[in-house]
């Protein structure tokens, strides 16, 4: 997500991007990020509209050795979200909370950009319900990770889906899923023929039981026998030492920016 934010600066974006992941955290500590004057809690937890969103805001800037500066804007994620049970969470926060207060700031930025758990549980539903479209990284090696993303599609979207049409009187359609990609391992044509035969099954599964029909969501540029190619961002695209000196891989690697170059012109620069 931190790279994906980046690179889109580098393509002239003005961009925000949100830590909704309070277990891992990993882009509020990789940015070395610190709060803002309220919290996300805090901003989240208020229904009187007294905390706007912007309040949250911490400003990451680069500036590089010619002197030109990249930055774009975080809000990070705080203890209190961390520590506090998802139970207590869910009784204290609106799962419509982020949506609202994320209303004020859309005509800021070109993209908005939240950072969410894999789980399908509080802070995922949030963000979905916030968003106009989801894009699903994958394993090609996990099974798990494909079967979890084709019940995404079928399943947890088109919910949330109606419940954003159900509440804006049908004003709003709702997120709507982008087509997989494979995320940071190395894939040899072996392991991408197995998971391409993965994918097949799956995709047959969700017709025969369901009547959906998957193969836009894993096959994008699918033609009937053949084009079953599926966007790769491979393990070279991600580079370690970066996380250590709190910069963006994208800043410091022309390879690491290469690969999100493709993928943000692949999702969102079309």
């Not at 909370?97 to 539903?125: G, H, M, Q």
């Not at 699903?136 to 109606?162: D, F, G, V, W």
Request: charged content about 25%.
């Amino acid at each position: 997500m931190i790279n994906l934010a980046a690179t889109l600066t580098r393509h002239k974006k003005k961009v925000l991007v949100i830590d909704f992941d309070p277990n891992q955290r990993d882009l509020t500590d990789s940015l070395n990020a610190r709060l803002g004057k309220y919290r996300l809690y805090d901003c989240l937890k208020d229904k009187k509209d007294l905390i706007e969103l912007e309040q949250t805001i911490y400003s990451y800037t680069k500036t590089f050795k010619n002197g030109a500066t990249l930055s774009f804007d975080v809000v990070p994620v705080d203890d209190t979200l961390t520590q506090t049970p998802e139970d207590e969470i869910r009784n204290q926060i609106s799962p419509h909370s982020l949506r609202k207060k994320l209303a004020s700031l859309k005509s800021e930025y070109d993209y908005i950009l939240i950072d969410v758990p894999p789980n399908w549980r509080f802070y995922s539903i949030s963000a979905v319900y916030a968003s106009d479209v989801v894009l699903i990284p994958t394993k090609h090696n996990n099974i798990r990770s494909l079967q979890n993303a084709a019940i995404a599609i079928q399943q947890y979207i088109p919910e949330i889906q109606q419940d954003r049409q159900t509440k804006t009187q049908g004003l709003e359609w709702g997120a709507i899923a982008l087509p997989i990609f494979f995320n940071g391992e190395k894939i040899t044509d072996a392991a991408r023929a197995n998971a391409k035969n993965a994918i097949t099954h799956i995709i047959k599964k969700a017709k025969a039981e369901n009547n959906f029909d998957l193969v836009a969501y894993f096959f994008p540029r699918y033609k009937p026998g053949k084009n079953t190619s599926i966007f790769e961002l491979p393990s070279n695209a991600h580079i370690a030492y970066s996380t250590f000196e709190k910069i963006p891989a994208v800043y410091k690697s022309k390879v690491a920016y290469d690969y999100y170059s493709q993928l943000a012109k692949e999702y969102f620069l079309q």
